[in-house]
Nanobody, 123 residues
Framework: QVQLVESGGGLVQPGGSLRLFCAAS????????MGWYRQAPDEQRELVAI???????IYSNAVKGRFTISRDNAENTVSLQMNSLEPEDTAVYYC?????????????????WGQGTQVTVSA
C-alpha cells in the first residue's frame, strides 16, 4: 500500500505560477513511475506529466513548456512547477504513483492516487 498526500493548490491569476507537492509513504520501495493528472468539471481525468524512477519525463501537449515535474527519491516526493497558468488549467490535480510488487515471481502493477488539490486560474 502507498499513501499520497498533495499540497500547494490554490487560486492564481492568469500568467501566474503555482507549485504542487506530493509526499508518498508506505511501501515506497515498490514505486516506479509517479505523475500528475487533472480533472476539470464535467471532463475526464487526463494526464499532465509523468516522471520515472530514473527521472525521464513525459508531458501532455497542453502543458509542455509551461509545467515542470520533478522527483526526489530520497524524500519520496514529486512536485509540479506550473508557470504561465491559463484559465484552462483550472482543475483538481491528482498525484499518482504506480507500483510493482511480485506474487510468485509474477509482477503485479497497482495505481495509487492522492485526494486531489484544487487549482483555480482566474482573474
Amino acid at each position: 500500500q502507498v499513501q499520497l498526500v498533495e499540497s500547494g493548490g490554490g487560486l492564481v491569476q492568469p500568467g501566474g505560477s503555482l507549485r504542487l507537492f506530493c509526499a508518498a509513504s508506505g511501501n515506497i520501495d515498490s514505486i516506479t513511475d509517479m505523475g500528475w493528472y487533472r480533472q476539470a468539471p464535467d471532463e475526464q481525468r487526463e494526464l499532465v506529466a509523468i516522471i520515472t524512477k530514473g527521472s525521464s519525463t513525459i508531458y501532455s501537449n497542453a502543458v509542455k513548456g509551461r509545467f515542470t515535474i520533478s522527483r526526489d527519491n530520497a524524500e519520496n516526493t514529486v512536485s509540479l512547477q506550473m508557470n504561465s497558468l491559463e484559465p484552462e488549467d483550472t482543475a483538481v490535480y491528482y498525484c499518482n504513483a504506480e507500483t510493482v510488487t511480485y506474487n510468485n515471481r509474477s509482477p503485479v502493477k497497482n495505481d495509487y492516487w492522492g485526494q486531489g488539490t484544487q487549482v483555480t486560474v482566474s482573474a
